[in-house]
């Protein structure tokens, strides 16, 4: 978009570092959450970095102090191969406390037992709002509905099934932070919410041109994220487009350590140059499933060798 369109792009990427599921990863391995998170982070922002992928221009933390992003100062603590000396690292309890407290004074969401959640049938009734623009059908999907809630103070404060919680009572040994609820954790939807709202502000008044995540998140985690951001800004409308991309698979199936056919980036490029993999990548639709097989990476090579070859070709022809 930059390079190609000539388009003015301010990009955030959410670190959700407070979640149910890196909470109970670290209590089963006995190290504390953030340890966890960091170490896995490192992980990703190395291997973008073998990928040749570009930084973001601000990265958020729900967990990690910092300054505001994207007009405030720079914070040099991301890594160094990443380009990221333009980027903030930021911290967004305070942000997230404020932003639920919005969602309440504006009648959409409750507190009940240390807890909070947001009232998806009040927030329906009212004028100018829609819960459920994305995937309509999956209102009311228990099954998902449980998964993106993760651990649930209680489910039976819930005013209305489809309810989500914005502040979760923090159980004995889970991280917590004071607010006008009790000692407790931001939910998973209203991290990105506040993360992404608070980032990008001063740009139109926190409507953002595109959102993009996995094929996955589209419910309930983006939906839940539509609603809260919504119903906190007032808007008919906070997002313009959702680009959410396709899931990889290993030889026609899906990516699992259970299944055997697990592959990390490190482990390819062992075998294949970034150039490559990239190459491999465009290959493919972006919000399709990709199938990453030996027989399509040879293809991708030789798409490769054929652009050097080409490129190559017409310097000599400058040259000439």
């Known amino acids: 978009m930059e390079d190609y369109f000539g388009y003015d792009v301010v990009l955030v990427m959410n670190i959700t570092d407070i979640d149910d599921k890196i909470i109970d990863r670290a209590t089963e391995r006995n190290i504390s959450f953030n340890d966890l998170a960091r170490k896995y982070e490192k992980e990703y922002m190395d291997d973008m970095a073998r990928l040749g992928i570009k930084a973001p221009d601000c990265m958020t933390r729900v967990s990690e102090v910092g300054t505001h992003c994207p007009s405030a100062g720079v914070e040099r603590s991301a890594h160094p191969r990443m380009r990221l000396a333009s980027a903030r690292l930021l911290q967004y309890i305070p942000e997230v406390i404020e932003y639920v407290q919005t969602i309440i004074d504006r009648g959409y969401a409750y507190a009940a037992n240390g807890s909070v959640y947001f009232d998806t049938v009040a927030f329906g009734n009212a004028k100018n709002h829609v819960y459920g623009k994305l995937v309509p059908s999956n209102v009311g999907n228990t099954g998902l509905l449980a998964e993106g809630e993760g651990h649930a103070a209680h489910t039976s404060d819930k005013r209305n099934s489809c309810d989500f919680a914005l502040w979760k009572k923090s159980k004995p040994g889970e991280p917590k932070w004071d607010s006008p609820w009790g000692e407790g954790r931001p939910g998973w939807h209203i991290e990105c919410s506040a993360m992404s709202g608070s980032s990008l502000k001063e740009f139109a008044s926190g409507t953002i041109d595109i959102h993009s ?19 906190y800004f007032d ?3 906070w997002v313009n487009y959702f680009v959410h991309s396709g899931h990889l698979d290993i030889a026609g199936r899906k990516m699992s350590k259970s299944l055997k056919n697990f592959i ?3 482990d390819a490029l062992k075998e294949y140059t970034a150039r490559q993999m990239r190459v491999f990548y465009l290959m493919h639709r972006y919000n399709a499933r990709m199938d990453y097989s030996p027989e399509g990476m040879t293809h991708a090579a030789d798409l490769d060798r054929q652009y050097n070859e080409f490129f190559l070709n017409m310097k000599a022809l400058v040259r000439a």
């Open 264 to 266: 990390t980036i490190r």
């Open 235 to 237: 808007f008919r409308q």
């Open 213 to 231: 995540g996995g094929w996955d998140l589209r419910f309930p985690h983006h939906e839940n994220e539509i609603a809260q951001s919504e119903a």
